[in-house]
Every structure is written in structure tokens, then in C-alpha cells.
């Protein structure tokens, strides 16, 4: 495999922790003990969603930042509806992109950055 190839698998496994610490937060509704079935959510939402999203854009183009964002926040956004559509903007974009960013973390690298061996 490939560096990139890496980074993207270690990505999807990272990226949902994210929003699931976040959402795990004692002000927004959940206790510690929900913390497994809220990442278990987010883990499937990122099989769901993250990753055919992920080989679309790839298979089609260069992946970018914009690409991971909006995907992010729309997804957040979308998700965020279901309960009650005010927690869309309050809730659901901060935790998508919240995962957008951390997979853009560590997926990128400059491409002036030094190979890994």
C-alpha cells in the first residue's frame, strides 16, 4: 500500500472519534455510557457515507479540502434535520465538519513534504 492509501484508512478510523467525543458532551444531551453507540453511529455514517464519497471524488479528480468540508457539513447538516431542524446548524455541521477536518488532517500532505518510507 501506498502512503496515501494509509493515511486514508487511518483517516476513516480517526475521523469519527471526533464528532462522537464532541457529541458525548454532558451539555448536548448524552453521558459517557452513550459514548459507544454515538461512535458506533458515526463509524456507520462514515462507512455509509465518508467512503464512497472518498472513491467517487478520487477515482474522478484530485481530493481537496473543499471537497472533504462539504461533504462534511452537508452530511452534518442532513443528519442534523432529523431530530429537529434547528439542530441542523447548531449541532449537526459543527460535528460533521468536525470529522471533515480531522480526516483532512491526517489524509494530507503537502506536496512538497518529504516521503515517508
Known amino acids: 500500500m501506498d502512503g496515501k ?23 448536548f444531551g448524552f453521558s459517557r455510557s ?3 453507540g454515538v461512535l458506533a453511529v ?7 457515507v465518508g467512503i464512497p464519497a472518498y472513491v467517487y471524488i478520487v477515482r474522478r479528480r484530485t ?6 468540508l462539504w ?9 442534523g434535520l432529523w431530530p429537529v431542524p434547528v439542530l ?3 449541532f449537526g455541521i ?14 494530507y500532505r503537502k506536496p512538497s513534504a518529504p516521503r515517508q518510507p
Do not use: K, M, N
Open 5 to 27: 492509501t494509509v493515511r486514508a484508512i487511518t483517516a476513516f478510523a480517526v475521523a469519527p472519534w471526533s464528532p462522537a467525543l464532541v457529541a458525548c458532551v454532558p451539555e
Open 34 to 36: 452513550d459514548f459507544l
Open 42 to 48: 458515526f463509524y456507520g455514517i462514515t462507512l455509509g
Open 63 to 68: 481530493l481537496q479540502c473543499r471537497h472533504v
Open 71 to 79: 461533504v462534511a457539513g452537508v452530511t452534518g447538516f442532513v443528519l
Open 88 to 90: 441542523a446548524v447548531l
Open 94 to 107: 459543527p460535528l460533521g465538519l468536525s470529522a471533515g477536518i480531522t480526516f483532512w488532517l491526517i489524509w
